[in-house]
């Protein structure tokens, strides 16, 4: 199930041909923008997000173009304080949907588009959107030809939480000024450490048996644990990857993240001694970007004397070991993941990584990785409840229920 859905397996050699007309395009965009507003949800927003935060500087003032995202969630606060921010920028704007239907991008395009049309006319605005979607169809296809904007093609094959290397994450994360190159030919270079039958070489397939050997064993949650913030968002990324994947025909791995050292000191107690339902894999950098020493004080008032001239790392490590045998101890089962450094090349092999994982996780679990039929369930209920032409009657069943329920 799902084989109509293996395009990601070769996309990396595949986009090397399609590379220079994506960074082409992200030229123009940090030529003639202070912002990129990137509209899109789920796997057509987190790959970009993930890699942006990744690969940049960690504070927004750092970044330039900034690469803001909307569209992936309903908080007309968010999209109003956005208004605010971009009031007095130049913007571009990617537009990025698969299905071109999604509601929530869909709206947010809206308000986005009229902000544009005010700004630069309708011309001028169209020159500055850039709409990634289906090949061939799909309302946002039709309104990208009927308005004459850029358009980057979502192969039929790839699904969205496994697209991130075609332009729905490399034209954002180009804009951001990241070498796409070198991410995709990180990706290409993965495939040495994830093919093949031989689990001793081919990691991804290792890795998918150990935590289905584990879920068998009732660890039914996954945590995904790092010491560098820069990792976060990869982890909501992933999040989504094996969540949508795995979690159907009532079973699935739940994936949760945490970030260490700052959730030692919140769900690190949980970790230690809550409910034994869970398996932790530590994600680590071999090398940071950054070499910051403690310095020396005489009075030593803080009694961290001990530590003076040792770099953060060193301290991380030692976080990261003494963080490992505490859980061991305690009945986590781990594993760890060491990925070389933050750059473009490293992400680009973690990126497809995880997606062979999951692929052959989600195939161990006996499920279609490739599809989410339960992201439906809401959608129904949210258009009836919209009153969506043709939805009247749900709508007044739904009204009823709530009214029942007190809500
Ligand atoms: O992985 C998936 O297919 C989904 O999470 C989609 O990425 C998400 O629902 C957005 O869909 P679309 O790109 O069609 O707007």
Request: with cysteine; proline share 4%; aromatic share 10%.
């Amino acid at each position: 199930p799902g084989n109509d859905f293996l395009g990601w397996l070769d996309l990396p050699e595949q986009m090397l041909s399609q590379v220079d007309a994506i960074a082409a395009r992200a030229n123009e965009i940090r030529a003639n923008s202070d912002v990129l507003i990137c509209i899109g949800i789920g796997g057509s927003y987190l790959g970009s997000k993930a890699a942006i935060e990744f690969l940049s500087p960690a504070f927004e003032a750092q970044r330039k173009p900034l690469v803001v995202f909307c569209g992936h969630q309903v908080s007309s606060d968010a999209l109003g304080d956005l208004l605010d921010f971009i009031a007095d920028k130049d913007v571009s704007v990617n537009v990025i949907s698969k299905s071109g239907t999604t509601t929530e991008p869909g709206i947010a395009f809206r308000v986005i588009r009229e902000f544009m049309e005010k700004k630069y006319g309708r011309s001028g605005a169209a020159a500055r959107i850039t709409a990634t979607t289906d090949p061939a169809s799909g309302a946002l296809r039709k309104l990208a030809t009927a308005e004459g904007y850029a358009t980057f093609p979502i192969p039929e094959d790839v699904g969205g939480r496994f697209s991130v290397l075609t332009a729905v994450g490399l034209l954002p994360i180009a804009v951001a000024g990241v070498d796409i190159r070198e991410l995709v030919q990180g990706a290409i270079d993965a495939k040495k450490f994830t093919s093949g039958s031989d689990l001793s070489t081919n990691i991804a397939a290792r890795y998918a048996v150990a935590r289905n050997i584990l879920f068998r064993q009732g660890k039914v949650m996954e945590v995904l644990a790092s010491f560098q913030p820069q990792i976060h968002f990869v982890g909501e990324w992933w999040k989504q990857l094996a969540g949508e994947s795995e979690g159907k025909d009532r079973t699935g791995i739940f994936p949760a993240t945490l970030d260490y050292t700052t959730d030692l000191h919140s769900l690190g107690q949980w970790m230690q001694e809550g409910s034994r339902t869970v398996f932790e894999t530590f994600i680590l950098f071999n090398k940071t970007r950054r070499s910051i020493t403690i310095p020396s004080f005489a009075d030593d008032g803080d009694g961290m004397n001990y530590l003076a001239g040792k770099d953060f790392e060193f301290v991380n490590d030692k976080a990261f070991k003494g963080t490992l045998l505490a859980h061991l101890d305690g009945g986590v089962p781990c594993s760890v993941i060491r990925v070389e450094d933050r750059s473009a090349a490293a992400l680009g092999q973690l990126f497809y990584f995880f997606e062979k994982t999951i692929a052959i996780s989600g195939y161990l679990l006996r499920v279609n990785p490739f599809d989410q039929p339960g992201v439906e369930a809401y959608k129904k209920n949210m258009f009836a409840l919209l009153g969506k032409a043709g939805t009247e009657k749900q709508g007044e069943v739904l009204k009823k229920r709530l009214m029942d329920l007190g809500i």
